[in-house]
T-cell receptor
Framework: NAGVTQTPKFRVLKTGQSMTLLCAQD?????MYWYRQDPGMGLRLIHY???????AKGEVPDGYNVSRLKKQNFLLGLESAAPSQTSVYFC???????????????FGPGTRLTVL | GQQVMQIPQYQHVQEGEDFTTYCNSS?????IQWYKQRPGGHPVFLIQ?????EVKKQKRLTFQFGEAKKNSSLHITATQTTDVGTYFC????????????FGKGTHLIIQP
């Protein structure tokens, strides 16, 4: 049982390049989330999903897109990377027996992204 | 949007001293969760509080949820070096449409 995994662990991009971060969970959780963590800013929600095929905007969605084609995977895309997107990105998932019920979030190990 | 304020941002204590971090919301929360993140690690769930006035304990950690469900606190008794890290609260408003909002965290630094 791997829990929540993220790939890649590290990445360096040049301004304007694109990339996709992959999050996978093997706990059959309904809810999945993407956060970014910056010094002094805590964890900020980028996008989240309450089930396969659904996505919703969080606090800081601009510049990012997401997809949840399969229940176990949640992809975060950067179409044209900017230096302001340099951050540590965490994926998380949680079990939800009903809509609006948020239980413990399980976090992945994070992806450290640098945009030059 | 919803804001969850957490204080202090940093706390230096001598090993063996107590530590408290506070979380305040501008709106009533359905529940509140607490997480711990060790340096270089990822957040790990500690506890969830749901009921007004709820108090829960985990060994040296005591968690409280305010009567009005707008504030919460985490208190650690007799800190140890293993308590080092950042403690986050995360609040959920009623309805859950917007997900959890995390506070900015309190960094606990322990001096031996």
């Amino acid at each position: 049982n791997a829990g929540v995994t993220q790939t890649p662990k590290f990445r360096v991009l040049k301004t304007g390049q694109s990339m996709t971060l992959l999050c996978a969970q093997d706990m059959n959780h309904e809810y999945m989330y993407w956060y970014r963590q910056d010094p002094g800013m805590g964890l900020r929600l980028i996008h989240y999903s309450v089930g396969e095929g659904t996505t919703a905007k969080g606090e800081v969605p601009d510049g990012y897109n997401v997809s949840r084609l399969k229940k176990q995977n949640f992809l975060l895309g950067l179409e044209s990377a900017a230096p302001s997107q340099t951050s540590v990105y965490f994926c998380a998932s949680s079990y939800s027996p009903a809509w609006g019920v948020y239980n413990e979030q399980f976090f992945g190990p994070g992806t450290r992204l640098t945009v030059l | 949007g919803q804001q969850v304020m957490q204080i202090p941002q940093y706390q230096h204590v001598q090993e063996g001293e107590d530590f408290t971090t506070y979380c305040n919301s501008s709106t009533t929360l359905s529940n509140i969760q607490w997480y711990k993140q060790r340096p270089g690690g990822h957040p790990v769930f500690l506890i969830q509080l749901v009921k007004s006035g709820e108090v829960k304990k985990q060994k040296r950690l005591t968690f409280q949820f305010g009567e009005a469900k707008k504030n919460s606190s985490l208190h650690i008794t007799a800190t140890q070096t293993t308590d080092v890290g950042t403690y986050f609260c995360a609040g959920l408003r009623g309805g859950g449409a917007d997900g959890l909002t995390f506070g900015k965290g309190t960094h606990l630094i322990i001096q031996p």
